[in-house]
């Protein structure tokens, strides 16, 4: 379009902001989707409020040329559909960076800050334009912007006209108001105002899928079989009941809204029960109305799966950001002492396998498992390559006839593995009665007539070695941590769960300066495989325990089990998601000589 | 029905640990034998129960059963009937556990018209921790936790499920077993949530509502001519306690079941359909290509 020289960008960050319901997360997949169709690596973040109109909501998008494990703060571009974005987001802006703005809502006065660090600023009357395509679609301003956009960066309109007819399949008055408002947002662009172009991606990405956390998780149920979800309505949790009830015919799974979470999970056991695979999810205060069926599930040998997308707690919290708080209460989730596995998947692509895992590992150590992900993870998008979803499905023992092994059915049969084989209803001579109260072999309940007998005090005790033998073989299953960088490295930068993506950028970023950095990050948190961290913990110089909670739970943990402790700590407690530049500037003030 | 059945089949080989007397006896006997009247099996019946003393009902039968944690029965019913609809799924508990701690689930459990029996063994106090209050105790009952009496006014559990959407209301008196039975069989036969009140005399705790006093109150209304499709009337009979208690179904109607509307549900059963997505033949390439 412009033959004039170009600044050429190879990574380019943007972010919108405006007001809750002007359809900014929608718009910010959609031009995901578009940067993906041009073989583009992209990642999205959004930051929401718990408000559905009024408030003020942004979406974060970044563009690479070359495959990426995080976005990041600094900003080229800022869209800012009201005066309120740039109060906000101004600070991220890099000096060479440009301010999109509406100018029905913002006047130039809130910019003279940034106009004066040379930071260019471009109005356009996005209201009025949008009005001019059709007086009743607001959110078609994103669609000019868009448009925009696009023109600023020297890029062509349609694939993202292509975008908008695959999401708006059907809907021919939706798609032209979009593609005439795309047209007069691009055509609002001066030629003389372009000048930035993105450089080629060398291998573009083709084919790939923009796709969040929570899509992988429930995914990667529906692959492993999942034929049963109850779960209750909360943020960051919803897009996994909202995907899986818009695809229910399909995939084979019966969704249903619970009335509550203890409805919930009081559901997905007596799914279990009858042989099905079966989950809820939910987040924090979910999880704690929870924990009473957690118990019981963990008492009775019930493989669940119950996914926590954790958000900032205690109580109601924070419910729109990322924390990563909750891992001592999922460890203690329930009174007694109740064995559980707990992973957190450690990046978009991963929670796809840790949710294979973990119906698996539940089925085979018929326990309980928390996959541990939070707001940052289930929430943000990446795209990524197609992969085959036909998984290894591993059911763990099963009794359907009497076998040399097991003659007769007994549910809690004394064995070598200390499993026994589970039978489901409909299966002859195999009758149980599941109880939460302590049991013998035959799941007869010790807490009646027998109770404080001494043939109880034997049956007690080898019931619960019972259930601590298989954590313990559960625990060799486990695996030990992700080593990013070279083993000898002098400074360790250590993570669990979704920051890994950040801290691998922020390696990246230190290695590339000279500096000898490298990462440990855990995905397998309970019950900790401590026998496969310890050569690692070993071999480390320095370290920095990187954890979104204020106590240091996993640290603690690693400290219980390990006898071990890190140097140095950041716990990032703003709610917003940690990204390299973030925690880049939280190290520097440790003012650690491994990476002067 | 007059042929033979086996009416020890559902027995189990547990002894039943209620006090001598209690109402339960009276329920599990009538439930037991009303399954095998009505050529279900053991294997292929699931009993659920909550936490009380009635609640350990499941362990003296012959079916596969799930005693649950305290108020949950419904939940965990609800997650069994709809994974295997081919199961026959009798939920029972307290009042306790129905009516208190677990009675928001008895609504949802209602509207949703599950294709579950849930019967309810009413005593009107706390038995298992020896006498306290419960939400169906008469106002003015003195109990251990109400040394002046009930100050606050009984659930109504046949208002709250007809007001709920119940699609079969009923209520039966575990001192009149053959009447009982009549109601159950008529409870398992019915397609959609069938739920019974029963009045079930707690013989340690509760000196108020004994047999006795239940037996000069209650009659029965198919003796009155009452019509169990109106529910107006349904409505009229689940106000009416005090010198006259109407046993028998209130209401009953043929509305669609949960199971026949969830468009999983209605097509296969969940426990019987293979797992992963090439052994159901769905097309992976389909899924993926939504997110471009």
Redesign the interface.
Known sequence: MSTKNLQLFNRFSMRWGGFAGDGLQSTGLLLQ?YF??LGYYVHGSPGTQSTIRGGHVWQHVEINTTPFSSFDRPLDLLVALNSETIDVHGRDMRPTGVILYNADNVSSSDLSTYIEKGIMAIGLELTQMARKVDLQTSVLANTVAVGAVLALLDLPKSPYTEVLK?RFTNRETIIKLNIDALELGFNSIKEDQVKWSLAEPAQPAE?????SGN?MIA?GA????L??L?QYPITPASSILTYLSN??????????Q???E?????????????????MTASSGPGLSLMS??FG?ASMTETPLVVVNAMRGGPSTGVPTKMEQADLDSMIHLSHGESPRLILAPRSIPEAFDITVRAFNLADRFQIPVIILSDFALSESTQNLP?F????E?D?GKIWSKPTDEFPEFKRFQSTADSIAPRA??????????????EHDEES??LS??RCGLPESWDIREKMIERRYKKFELLRQELQGPNLYGKSDAKLTLLCWGSTEGAVKELVDEFISMGNSVNMLSFADLYPLPSEKIRPYLTNIKTSVMIEVNFNGQFEELLHNELNWRADHQIHPLTGETPTASSLKKALSKLNLEEIQ | MTQEYDKKLFKGT?RP?WCPGCGDYGLLSATTKALSKQGYQ?????I?SGIGCSS?F??WT????????H??AL??????????P??KVVTVGGDGDGYGIGV??L??AARRNLDITYMVMNNQIYGLTLGQSSPSSQEGHITLTTPEGVDERPVNPLSLTLGAGATFVARGFSGDNKHLQTIIEAALEHKGFSFIDVLSPCVTFNKLNTYDWFRDRVYKLEEEGHDRNDIQAAFGKALEWGDRIPLGILYQRRYHTLAES????A??N??K??????A?K?D??S??DE??
């Open positions: 989707k993906n169709k695959k084919n790939y899928l923009v796709i899509e995914l529906a692959a492993s079989g034929k049963f109850a695809h229910a015919a399909k995939l084979g799974v019966v969704v249903r619970a009335e509550d203890l409805a919930a999970i009081n559901m997905i056991i007596g799914a279990s029960y009858t042989g099905v695979r079966a009473e069926g019981y197609p085959d979803m036909d998984v499905i059911r489901f209803p409909g299966t002859p001579d195999a009758q149980y009665i599941l109880v939460g109260a007869h309940s009646g007539n | 547990v640990n053991p294997h292929e019946t699931v659920v350990s499941p362990h012959s079916a596969y059963g799930i005693h649950m944690i108020g949950r939940p965990a019913a609800t997650g069994v009937h709809l994974s295997n081919d199961l928001g689930h609504i949802h969830d468009r999983v549900v097509n296969q969940p426990s359909s293979p797992l992963g997505f090439s159901n769905i992976q390439e899924i993926l997110f471009r």
